[in-house]
C-alpha cells in the first residue's frame, strides 16, 4: 500500500480544473447536481492514477444495515491488474446517499492502494460471499477478505475527497464557534455524520494539514 495523501491533492486539484471546487453555502442543502464534489466523476481521475482500467458502479438488490461495498476485479490477459483490468464496485441499494457516495469512493480508492491479488474480490465464489456480507450488521467487510489495513486508509483517503481540509477549514470558525453543526455539514456535503466529526478533530486537522502540505485554492 503506497498511496499517500498527495495524490488526493492531485486528483483534487484535476477535479478543481474540470469541475471548479467550491464549498457548500452554509444553510443550503444542495440538490444532488449541487454537491460539491460527486462521487460519479471521480473515477475518471482515480482510473488515470490506478491499477485498474475501468471502473464500474452497480446497485444491488440486497438490504445492508450499513456501509457496505466491495470491488470485483476481472483480470486482465497478461495477470491481475494488467491492461484491460476492470474492477465493478457493488453497494446494497438501501443505503442513503451520505453511506453510498462514501462507500462508492472507499472501493475506489481500495482500486489505487490493494495491490494484491488477495486483496481484492476476483472469484464468484468471493463475489457470493461479499454480497451474503451486504446484510451483515457491520462497517467493514473483514472475515476473508484481507487485508483490513487499507479499509482504514481507504477510508482516510475518502474523507479527505469528499470533505477535503480545504472545505474544512472554509466553515471552522462557524463549526468552533456552534454556528454550524455536524448534522449540517454532513447535509451539505453529503457525507456520514462521523466523518464530520473526524475531520474537526484538531489533531487529525494537524496531522493532515501537515502530510497534504500545499492547499488549493478554492473557487
Known amino acids: 500500500m503506497s ?29 444532488n447536481d449541487e454537491i460539491p464534489i460527486k462521487t460519479r466523476l471521480l473515477h475518471p ?13 452497480f446497485e444491488v438488490d440486497v438490504i445492508g444495515h ?17 491492461n484491460g483490468d476492470i474492477a465493478n464496485i457493488y453497494y446494497a441499494q438501501n443505503q442513503n446517499l451520505c453511506w453510498r457516495r ?10 489505487m492502494i490493494d495491490r494484491l491479488p488477495n486483496s481484492r474480490v476476483n472469484t464468484l465464489a468471493s463475489l457470493s460471499s ?15 477478505f484481507p487485508p483490513f489495513t487499507s479499509e482504514k486508509a481507504a477510508e482516510l483517503y475518502s474523507l ?11 466553515h ?5 464557534s456552534g454556528q454550524v453543526s455536524d448534522t449540517d455539514l454532513a ?11 473526524i475531520g474537526f478533530d484538531p489533531n487529525y486537522m494537524q496531522a493532515i494539514r501537515m502530510l497534504r502540505g500545499r492547499l488549493l485554492q478554492l473557487d
Request: net charge negative.
Open 3 to 31: 498511496v499517500s495523501l498527495e495524490i488526493v491533492g492531485s486528483i483534487l486539484s484535476d477535479y478543481k480544473r474540470d469541475h471548479g471546487l467550491r464549498p457548500a453555502a452554509p444553510g443550503h442543502i444542495p440538490a
Open 66 to 82: 450499513h456501509i457496505i461495498a466491495q470491488v470485483q476485479t476481472y483480470f486482465g490477459a497478461i495477470g491481475a491488474y494488467s
Open 160 to 170: 479527505e475527497t469528499l470533505f477535503p481540509l480545504e472545505f474544512r477549514l472554509r
Open 187 to 197: 447535509t451539505m456535503y453529503r457525507i456520514p455524520l462521523q466523518y464530520v466529526q
Open 130 to 144: 461479499l454480497l451474503s456480507h451486504l446484510a451483515v450488521d457491520t462497517t467493514s467487510v473483514t472475515g476473508g
Open 172 to 176: 471552522e470558525a462557524d463549526y468552533r
Open 45 to 57: 481521475y482515480v482510473e488515470q492514477r490506478g491499477i485498474v482500467d475501468q471502473i464500474n458502479i
Open 102 to 111: 462514501f462507500a462508492v469512493c472507499k472501493e475506489m480508492y481500495h482500486c
